[in-house]
């Protein structure tokens, strides 16, 4: 049972578009909700999360947003970079005290020059 | 203040052998998650340790998987007889305390087991 799913599998922005990622869940004890990014070779690195509370996030170019009678939370990135390029992971726990995690499969961003 | 380290970085294994994977916390550290990225999937939670305890092992296989953290040393992923199945990243994740939230949970770059 699949508890995130998140898409598309991979996206390809030219530079300086705006990367979209999408992320649904389905257990509804789920109050936090992170994203991750990952580079080749390393771990996953936490980028920005939002609660539940609040229905959108900003912090720089990144900016989530949280929709939570559809149970659904996107990744936007604006003005996307080379740089950017990465897998990214949505992710989603319930903070009874525990930090364990269920991730979405990831999302393969390349931004070309 | 150095980051998880895990080690090794690659282990190469033939089926049927026993792997160790190693996690360090972050200094201050006392909690350990362990989690599993097989090819094209998302992270999978196998288990939750504090210093001598287990917390949470609902994500680890029945068989064959168990993790430590000794009071002193490295926290500790074994897997016995292993099979090509068991190609994987695993990370190793660490936090302060429990319920320190998912903002002081970091993550250590990862060891790929690979079984031929």
């Known amino acids: 049972q699949q508890q995130v799913k998140q898409s598309p599998q991979s996206l390809i922005v030219q530079k300086g578009g705006i990367s979209i990622i999408n992320c649904a869940y389905e257990?509804?004890?789920?109050?936090?909700f992170p994203w991750y990014q990952q580079f080749p070779g390393k771990g996953p690195a936490l980028l920005i999360a939002i609660r539940p509370d609040v229905s959108e996030k900003k912090e720089g170019r990144f900016t989530i947003s949280f929709n939570k009678s559809a149970k659904q939370f996107s990744l936007h990135i604006m003005d996307s970079q080379p740089g950017d390029s990465a897998t990214y992971f949505c992710?989603?726990?319930?903070?009874?005290?525990?930090?364990?995690?269920?991730f979405g499969k990831g999302t393969k961003l390349t931004v070309n020059p | 203040n150095a980051g998880v380290m895990q080690n090794p970085r690659h282990l190469v294994r033939r089926r049927g052998q026993e792997a160790r994977l190693r996690c360090s916390p972050m200094k201050g550290h006392s909690h350990v998650y362990w989690y599993r990225q097989l090819p094209e999937e998302g992270l999978k939670f196998m288990v939750y340790l504090q210093k001598e305890n287990i917390i949470d092992e609902s994500g680890m296989p029945k068989e064959r998987f168990s993790a430590e953290f000794p009071k002193e040393g490295p926290s500790i992923l074994r897997i016995q007889q292993v099979v090509r199945g068991d190609s994987a990243a695993y990370f190793c994740a660490s936090s302060p305390r429990r319920g320190a939230g998912n903002e002081k949970l970091f993550f250590g770059s990862g060891t790929q087991l690979s079984v031929l």
């Open positions: 257990n509804t004890a789920f109050d936090y």
């Open positions: 992710a989603a726990s319930s903070q009874g005290g525990s930090e364990k995690l269920v």
